[in-house]
Antibody
Framework: QLVESGGALVQPGGSLRLSCAASGFTFRNYEMNWVRQVPGKGLEWVSF????????YYGDSVRGRFTISRDNVKNSLYLQMNSLRVEDTAVYYC???????????WGRGTLVTVSS | ESVLTQSPGTLSLSPGERATLSCRASQSVRGNYLAWYQQRPGQSPRLLISDASSRATGIPDRFNGSGSGTDFTLTISRLEPEDFAVYHC???????????FGQGTKVEI
């Protein structure tokens, strides 16, 4: 199971940290992704991290502003989002990777709204 | 960046009918690393198909994926009421530059 938290209303230029609590599997053995979805629209891959944290990727639209991290002791994945823009408004999903960005387990998502 | 284009945008069908969804890539999908997800209203996506044609665990055999190169198809042989949802295709090759989703196809009654 994956449970996201931390979504909120934030002003443009602000920051937010999302969390994802994992349970029911050996978290450290899995690569993880963040994927977002503007309500009513398609999915957009955001970021990827290997189980050890040794390899990280970001989508072009968030590189330099967002930072993915994980704590394998706490079985948690994080997404630090800085310099937020209106276009970052979306539901953010935490998703377990079967391979790369292929996701075989998804959380329910947390809503981030960037608005003044 | 390789773009995935899904068609049609909306498919209006009845239970028991066959649904055929298309996903076309602007560049050839290496290794046929193409997946399909189902997203029911108010729910998160669920993996249906990976590697273009391999059903995920627990997915009924009425869901079939096919295709290669740039043209891929998801076929639902006989629509059940729970199949009315949005379907997303995704490529997930070795390069993150190729990690993109299509815009989705809604299958409605």
């Amino acid at each position: 199971q994956l449970v996201e938290s931390g979504g909120a209303l934030v002003q443009p230029g602000g920051s937010l940290r999302l969390s994802c609590a994992a349970s029911g599997f050996t978290f450290r053995n899995y690569e993880m992704n963040w994927v977002r979805q503007v309500p009513g629209k398609g999915l957009e891959w955001v970021s990827f991290m290997t189980g050890s944290g040794s390899l990280i990727y970001y989508g072009d639209s968030v590189r330099g502003r967002f930072t993915i991290s994980r704590d394998n002791v706490k079985n948690s994945l994080y997404l630090q989002m800085n310099s937020l823009r209106v276009e970052d408004t979306a539901v953010y999903y935490c998703a377990r990777a079967e391979a790369g960005s292929l996701c075989d387990l998804w959380g329910r998502g947390t809503l981030v709204t960037v608005s003044s | 960046e390789s773009v995935l284009t899904q068609s049609p945008g909306t498919l209006s069908l009845s239970p028991g009918e066959r649904a055929t969804l298309s996903c076309r890539a602007s560049q050839s999908v290496r290794g046929n690393y193409l997946a399909w997800y189902q997203q029911r209203p108010g729910q998160s996506p669920r993996l249906l198909i990976s590697d273009a044609s391999s059903r995920a665990t627990g997915i009924p055999d009425r869901f079939n994926g096919s295709g290669s190169g740039t043209d891929f198809t998801l076929t639902i042989s006989r629509l059940e009421p729970e199949d009315f949802a949005v379907y997303h295709c995704q490529q997930y090759g070795s390069s993150p530059a190729t990690w993109t989703f299509g815009q989705g196809t809604k299958v409605e009654i």
